[in-house]
């Protein structure tokens, strides 16, 4: 124990303390000198946070908007680069925030579009079990008929059946869907 205290190992040399700070700057660039330097490497590290080219050039138009503001602090940091970086960070950060803030409904005006997707999520499920209760050929020619496919196209993915046959099933799955939704015959 003694050894070690004789050292003095936990208190730093003066030659290790007049290496370790730096000097201060005296001759620091001028603003644009400095934005060009640091400009350059913005950009990635904001596409790096966003993951869009967009956003991160709005992002950094900001960061350098707000280094010029800031030109003072900015000029004479000691490493302008980690300055700038942490501008840009705290301006993402700040980009969130402001974007996950909630509005209440009525401003957002959401409740007819809610409304509205329940009432096609209700009816597609009604349609997908009416098909359910037709066989596989028949839910296979509605699936395509509602593509947009011609009788030539389904008669040749369904395979042996005849032209006549195809118009007789179509009809016919077309009605017990029909009378499985409920609706009127046209």
Do not use: W
């Not at 040399?13 to 001028?30: H, L």
């Not at 913005?42 to 950094?60: K, Q, R, V």
């Not at 909630?102 to 409304?115: C, K």
């Not at 839910?139 to 496919?149: D, F, N, P, W």
């Amino acid at each position: 124990m003694e050894a070690t205290n004789s050292l003095n190992i936990f208190t730093p040399t003066q030659t290790r303390v007049a290496r370790i700070t730096a000097p201060p700057k005296t001759n620091p660039p001028s603003l644009k000198e400095a934005l060009h330097i640091v400009s350059p490497k913005l950009l990635p590290f904001a596409l790096s946070l966003t993951g869009n080219m967009d956003d991160a050039e709005d992002l950094c138009q900001t960061t350098l908007l707000k280094l010029i503001e800031n030109k003072k602090i900015f000029l004479t940091a000691e490493y302008p680069l980690a300055y700038s970086r942490t501008i840009l960070r705290n301006a993402f950060i700040d980009k969130c925030r402001k974007d996950s803030k909630v509005a209440s409904l009525e401003e957002l005006n959401l409740e007819p579009v809610i409304n509205e997707n329940k009432l096609k999520s209700y009816e597609h499920q009604e349609l997908m079990d009416c098909l359910k209760q037709q066989n596989e050929t028949d839910r296979t020619i509605l699936a395509m008929k509602g593509a947009g496919h011609d009788n030539n196209v389904i008669q040749k993915f369904i395979g042996n059946i005849s032209m006549a046959n195809l118009r007789t099933k179509t009809h016919r799955a077309r009605a017990l869907l029909t009378d499985c939704l409920g609706r009127k015959k046209q």
